[in-house]
C-alpha cells in the first residue's frame, strides 16, 4: 500500500510538472503574440506615415500646378485685357479726335470720364485677379503647413525676448558667483591690518 501511495505521488509530482511546462510555454506563446501584435502596430504606423509623406508630396504637387496654372491664366487674362484696353482707348482716340475739331471742351471731359471708367474698370479686375491668385497661394501654403510672416515675426520678436533673459540671468549668476569670492579677500584684509 505505501508503494502504491508513493507511485501516486511520483504521478502527480510529473502531471504537475507537465501542468507547469504547459504553463510555461502558454505564457511564453502570448507574450510572443503580443511582442508580434506589437510589431505589427508598429509597421502599421510606420506604412501610415509613409502614405502621409507621399499624399503631402502629392498634394503639394497638385499645389504648385495650380498656382502655375492660375498664374499663367492670370497672366493670359490681364494681356487680352491690356490688348481690350489698347482697343478701347485707340476707339475712344478716334472718337475724341473727331470731337476735338467740332467742340474741344466737351470731347475732353467726355474722354476723360471714359478713360476713367476704363481705368476703374482695369483696375477692378487686376485687383480681382489679385486677390484670387493670393488666396489660392495662401491656401496652397497653409495646407503644406507654411508658417505666415506675421508668425515668424511672431517666433523671432519672442526668440530675441528669451536671447534677451538667457543674457540678463547669465549675467545675474555671474554676478552671484563673483559676490562670495569677494568676500573672503575683504575679511583677509580686515584681519591683517
Request: glycine share 6%.
Amino acid at each position: 500500500m505505501a508503494k502504491k501511495t508513493a507511485k501516486k505521488k511520483v504521478a502527480k509530482k510529473k502531471v504537475a510538472k507537465k501542468t507547469a511546462t504547459r504553463k510555461t510555454a502558454v505564457r511564453k506563446t502570448a507574450t510572443s503574440q503580443v511582442q508580434d501584435y506589437a510589431h505589427e502596430i508598429w509597421l502599421a504606423g510606420l506604412g501610415a506615415f509613409a502614405m502621409a509623406q507621399q499624399e503631402g508630396g502629392k498634394l503639394f504637387d497638385q499645389s504648385r500646378r495650380t498656382v502655375e496654372q492660375t498664374s499663367s491664366k492670370v497672366l493670359g487674362e490681364s494681356s487680352k485685357l491690356f490688348e481690350r484696353l489698347v482697343k478701347e482707348g485707340s476707339k475712344l482716340e478716334g472718337k475724341g479726335r473727331k470731337a476735338a475739331t467740332d467742340t474741344v471742351s466737351g470731347v475732353r471731359e467726355d474722354v476723360e470720364s471714359r478713360v476713367g471708367k476704363v481705368r476703374e474698370t482695369a483696375q477692378s479686375n487686376w485687383d480681382k485677379l489679385e486677390k484670387v491668385f493670393e488666396q489660392r497661394v495662401a491656401r496652397a501654403l497653409s495646407r503644406l503647413g507654411v508658417p505666415t510672416s506675421d508668425e515668424i515675426a511672431k517666433l523671432s520678436d519672442r526668440v530675441a525676448e528669451l536671447n534677451k533673459r538667457v543674457r540678463e540671468l547669465s549675467e545675474q549668476q555671474k554676478k552671484a558667483a563673483a559676490r562670495p569670492a569677494a568676500a573672503p579677500k575683504a575679511r583677509k584684509e580686515t584681519a591683517s591690518s
